[in-house]
């Protein structure tokens, strides 16, 4: 990664630009990948760089959707794998329930090999994909992202996606799952259709995530499914959006 001095102002900013740009040349992530992050970047800019309280509280939901359900899942891109695999690393060890599985928009076999290998080279076990030859498919949607792992998302009631297109975000709640989306664009189809819409920087996210659910493992499950139900994710959205409008 090229050396950004420390002292930089945007020193975060332009360490996420590299692991994008070096994740395109490992082969771990496309040239849309660009795109998406510098979207990104422009929304994150927008809302002032900065974990709000409405992130905060999704957070929390998020959590206690992990921490209660049968079989939790990660859906992984390029993207999420380029910036985030060591995060994720301790996400899993915290919560050891929680399944990893690759799943791409611009599929290819060996893309998907690729990322698999990436995260399990830093330490994550079991890594799924959804190429998996016995796969099965979300019946509303044409994407590659229509494939699921048999023992991965097929499975999930509770799914956390990242950087996600709003036809599979759509495809995974009409198939009866608890969606949690990563997503900086509160107007994004993915954020308005996910039940939980973390709005706030991946990289950011993933520590808070992991630390909530640490604390959580000591939450009685009484007054997780009452964070649940109190959770309210239109409210969330409303002052994400507010505090992009207002500057707040
Ligand atoms: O690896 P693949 O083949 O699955 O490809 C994935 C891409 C990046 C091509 C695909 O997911 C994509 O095109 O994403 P979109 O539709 O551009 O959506 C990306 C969304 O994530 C946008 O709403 C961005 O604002 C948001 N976003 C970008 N970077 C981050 C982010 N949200 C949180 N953290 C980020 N670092």
Redesign the pocket.
């Not at 990242?162 to 709003?166: N, S």
């Not at 990563?182 to 664009?185: K, P, R, S, V, Y």
């Given at each position: 990664m090229a050396d950004i001095p420390k002292t930089h102002p945007r020193y975060h900013s332009l360490t996420?630009r590299h692991l994008i740009t070096d994740g395109l040349k490992a082969g771990?992530?496309?040239e849309?990948?660009l795109?998406?992050?510098?979207?990104?970047?422009?929304?994150?800019y927008l809302l002032g760089e900065k974990t709000h309280d409405f992130a905060h509280e999704a957070i929390q939901a998020a959590s206690a959707l992990i921490v209660t359900a049968r079989h939790p899942v990660f859906s992984v891109?390029?993207?999420?794998?380029s910036?985030a695999a060591a995060a994720l690393l301790d996400l899993v060890k915290a919560y050891p329930r929680l399944k990893v599985e690759v799943?791409?928009?611009?599929?290819s076999p060996g893309?998907s090999r690729l990322?698999r290998e990436h995260l399990e080279a830093v330490g994550i076990p079991g890594v799924l994909e959804s190429c998996a030859a016995d796969n099965v498919e979300l019946a509303t949607i044409e994407s590659p992202?229509r494939r699921m792992n048999p023992e991965g998302i097929a499975q999930a009631d509770v799914v956390v996606v990242?950087?996600?297109?709003?036809d599979r975000c759509q495809a995974l709640v009409e198939a009866g799952k608890q969606v949690i989306a990563?997503?900086?664009?509160p107007l994004?189809r993915?954020?308005q259709l996910a039940q939980v819409s973390i709005v706030?920087?991946?990289?950011q996210?993933i520590p808070l995530l992991t630390a909530q659910i640490s604390a959580d493992l000591q939450t009685d499950p009484t007054s997780l499914a009452e964070r649940i139900a109190r959770y309210d994710n239109r409210d969330v959205l409303a002052r994400a959006i507010g505090a992009i409008r207002t500057g707040a």
């Open positions: 996420l771990l992530a496309t849309a990948a795109l998406a992050h510098g979207r990104g970047e422009a929304f994150y891109n390029g993207n999420t794998a910036l799943n791409l928009f611009y599929h893309r990322i992202r990242a950087l996600e297109d709003g990563i997503d900086l664009n994004s993915t954020a706030d920087e991946l990289t996210v």
